[in-house]
């Protein structure tokens, strides 16, 4: 006999979009990767390949919770990316404004979900974390680019990026 489920339909809703959200991060990093990587910036798409990964390990864990919740997550459909950039700053600011969204999203969710169910509140609360050193992290490295782009050092950046 399958448990019921401790999630309202209101929380598996907004579970179920961050799971999209979080997939479709994962394959806009690995888009911007190949981006990168046909642009000849190999560091940088390290980097995003690794950004990728992330974004799917937010995924499982999502996808954990709703099944420790008794319910199960829907597989997001595979919209395609097709968008090309032209040098690392595009795909940095792509980036941010996508960790932006994500930090807004997950707010907003924790908002709804603190005065419904408690248990996801607190789940919440890791992924605007997450979000919040996200957001952080691509404003600095656009500040950092600023200054090799005004050096002329978008080589050294680009191979700084797949260390990090």
């Keep these: 006999m399958p448990v019921k489920s401790l ?17 479709h991060a ?30 799917l390990t937010h995924y499982q864990k999502i996808v954990d919770f709703m099944n420790d919740m008794g319910d199960v997550a829907s597989i997001p459909d ?4 097709d968008d090309q950039i032209k040098d690392i700053e595009d795909a940095l600011k792509v980036s ?9 999203q997950y707010k907003e969710f924790y908002e709804k979900a603190e005065d419904e169910d408690v248990a996801v509140s607190q789940f919440l609360l890791q992924f605007i974390e997450i979000q919040r050193l996200a957001v952080g992290e691509y404003g600095d490295l656009i500040s950092k ?8 050092e978008i080589l050294f950046f680009d191979k700084s990026m797949g260390k990090l």
């Design 145 to 152: 680019y600023d200054v090799a782009k005004e050096t002329k």
């Design 96 to 104: 941010y404004q996508t960790e932006l969204d994500l930090f807004e």
């Design 26 to 55: 994962s394959q806009l990093y690995k888009h911007l990767a190949n981006q990168l990587q046909r642009l000849g910036y190999f560091g940088s798409q390290k980097f995003y390949l690794a950004e990728s990964a992330d974004e």
């Design 78 to 81: 595979v919209k395609g990316i």
């Design 7 to 23: 999630l309202s339909a209101t929380m598996k809703k907004w579970l179920q979009k961050s799971i999209e959200s979080e997939f």
